[in-house]
């Protein structure tokens, strides 16, 4: 079965500061989502990613995915403490049938 | 648009009881999952329905679980009967389906067994 794997597990950095974080799937990704949680809270989608290769950015969040990796990356630019939260990268195991599976998380933390 | 919600929020009951959740996707969402997420790891799936009909229960534990999507809107998940290592956070999502439909989640329901 696919497993995803996120890197780091926690980081903590100070307000401005860019960061990156990094999924990393033991199969073949059909597709790669990222949301984020906060703590007692749903997961809130952020963007998914379909094509090798694909970039997408949302406010001053980019996400890119590189197939033959089997990696995406998370990338937050001048953080604030309001992107502080954990970070999920989700992806399709099965192949385009619409049920995810999920990687352990990333917690950041912002300090201002 | 209503997000995707569920009740209650808390739950604490004592082992060996019963205990429901309850979902309500959003509207137009044919496709319904309950995710079961411990404390510092990634949500699980532990079931999937298409409409009323349940495609993906292979993770749900049937011994003591049970779940329930009769008119293909709302869904119950239940537990009877609860034991200890059930404490978690149940979350249900919905999604139009298909490949490349994002989950919509709710706030989940956070259950502790005592």
């Known amino acids: 079965s696919q497993e995803l794997e996120q890197s780091p597990q926690s980081l903590i950095v100070q307000e401005g500061k860019n960061l990156t974080i990094n999924c990393t799937s033991s199969k073949t990704l059909y597709g790669l989502y990222w949301y984020k949680q906060k703590y007692g809270e749903g997961l809130i989608f952020l963007m998914m990613l379909q094509k090798g290769g694909e970039e997408k950015s949302h406010e001053k969040i980019t996400a890119k995915l590189d197939e033959k990796k089997q990696q995406s990356s998370l990338h937050i630019t001048a953080s604030q403490p309001s992107h502080a939260g954990i970070y999920l990268c989700g992806a399709d195991g099965s192949g385009n049938t619409g049920k995810l599976i999920f990687g352990q998380g990333t917690t950041l933390q912002v300090k201002p | 648009e209503a997000g995707v919600v569920q009740s209650p929020r808390y739950k604490i009951i004592e082992k060996k009881q019963p205990v429901a959740f309850w979902c309500n996707p959003i509207?137009?969402?044919?496709?319904l999952y309950w995710y079961l997420q411990n404390l510092g790891q990634g949500p699980e799936l532990l079931i999937r329905y298409e409409n009323e009909e349940a495609v993906d229960d292979s993770q749900l534990p049937k011994d003591r679980f049970s779940a329930e999507r009769l008119k293909g809107v709302d869904s119950t998940l239940k537990i009877q009967p609860a034991e200890l290592g059930d404490s978690a956070v149940y979350l249900c999502?919905?999604?139009?389906?298909?490949?490349?439909?994002?989950?919509?989640f709710g706030n989940g329901t956070r259950l502790t067994v005592t």
């Open positions: 509207s137009g969402h044919n496709t």
């Open positions: 999502a919905s999604s139009l389906g298909g490949a490349n439909s994002p989950l919509h």
